[in-house]
């Protein structure tokens, strides 16, 4: 492991970081703010006796399942070589469309398979990963990003400032 090119990663995606948490905020709240209003919908019908129940972690986990969708077509368009962020990102997506499916099949049976508690730690678990996944790939648009920019700058002999051209 080259530690030097560990070091200079790390400093680009702190320098980054402001830009990839913007891009990423839009992101996430383009994805969930359907979800968030059918939620709030719910809440507002029916007021004190709103709970979080299957039916709602259901929307949160279907929310989540095709977030991971998205990921998964950014990875897989990204000519890069991820196999570890792959992996994570079709084990998390195959486990939320699994636990949409088990918990449809409670909404249907009127019976419990797993307990509220099961499915509100994977509902969690499985929103965090999807903000780390697409933190990770809003990075990457980033970073590609500021290396055209530089490509294109570093050809630049000249700019104009003030309505002069200026010899760089």
């Known amino acids: 492991m080259n530690w030097t090119e560990t ?12 830009k ?32 979080f129940n299957v039916t709602i972690l259901g929307i949160v986990i279907a929310t989540n399942a095709c977030f991971y969708t998205s990921l998964y077509y950014l990875a897989f368009s990204n000519k890069r070589n991820r196999k570890l962020i792959n992996t994570i990102n079709i084990t998390a997506f195959t486990t939320t469309v699994v636990l949409f499916a088990i918990s449809i099949i409670e909404i249907e049976i009127k019976k419990p398979l797993f307990t509220i508690s099961l499915y509100k730690i994977t509902t969690l678990t ?14 990457d648009e980033v970073e590609a990003l500021s290396r055209e920019r530089a490509k294109e700058g570093h050809n630049t002999n000249e700019t104009q400032i003030g309505g002069k051209k200026v010899k760089v």
């Open 7 to 18: 070091w200079e990663r790390i400093k680009v995606f702190l320098k980054n970081l402001p």
């Open 20 to 51: 990839t948490i913007s891009e990423t905020f839009i992101w996430l709240v383009a994805s969930y703010l359907i979800p968030l209003l059918n939620i709030g919908i719910i809440y507002g019908i029916q007021k004190e006796k709103f709970q």
């Open 126 to 139: 499985s929103f965090g990963i999807a903000v780390i996944l697409g933190l990770i790939s809003k990075y």
